[in-house]
Structures are given as structure tokens and as C-alpha cells.
């Protein structure tokens, strides 16, 4: 997401990530609520900043 939606910045960045994902997940035949996408989204988030540790620190920091 970080790399596709550039021009976004937090709730709308936020936003853009979740519609995705209900997308992909409905294409699959998944209906997930408001919340569990909340959920998947957070927690890829802190697996990607848990495994990439000062990298993501650094790269978030050149912005």
C-alpha cells in the first residue's frame, strides 16, 4: 500500500488499504466486518515493523 498510494496520507492512506482488502477477501468469498479488516491490517503492519525493525525505521524516517 505504502508504495501504490503515495499521494494518501493516514486515515485516507488507511482507508485505500482496507478497501482493498475487503475486495480481495469478498473475491475469495470472505465477508469480513469493520473490524477484522482493522485487525489484519494492524497486525500486518506490526509483523512488517517486528520483522524489518530499523529498516522500517530508517525508510519511514527518508520521507
Given at each position: 500500500?505504502?508504495?501504490?498510494?503515495?499521494?494518501?496520507?493516514?486515515?485516507?492512506?488507511?482507508?485505500?488499504?482496507?478497501?482493498?482488502?475487503?475486495?480481495?477477501?469478498?473475491?475469495?468469498?470472505?465477508?469480513?466486518?469493520?473490524d477484522e479488516v482493522k485487525g489484519l491490517v494492524?497486525?500486518?503492519?506490526?509483523?512488517?515493523?517486528?520483522?524489518?525493525?530499523?529498516?522500517?525505521?530508517?525508510?519511514?524516517?527518508?520521507?
Open positions: 500500500m505504502e508504495q501504490v498510494y503515495v499521494d494518501l496520507n493516514g486515515p485516507a492512506k488507511y482507508q485505500a488499504a482496507a478497501e482493498w482488502m475487503e475486495a480481495r477477501a469478498r473475491e475469495r468469498g470472505l465477508k469480513l466486518t469493520a494492524e497486525a500486518a503492519l506490526r509483523q512488517l515493523k517486528d520483522s524489518f525493525g530499523a529498516e522500517w525505521s530508517n525508510a519511514a524516517g527518508r520521507r
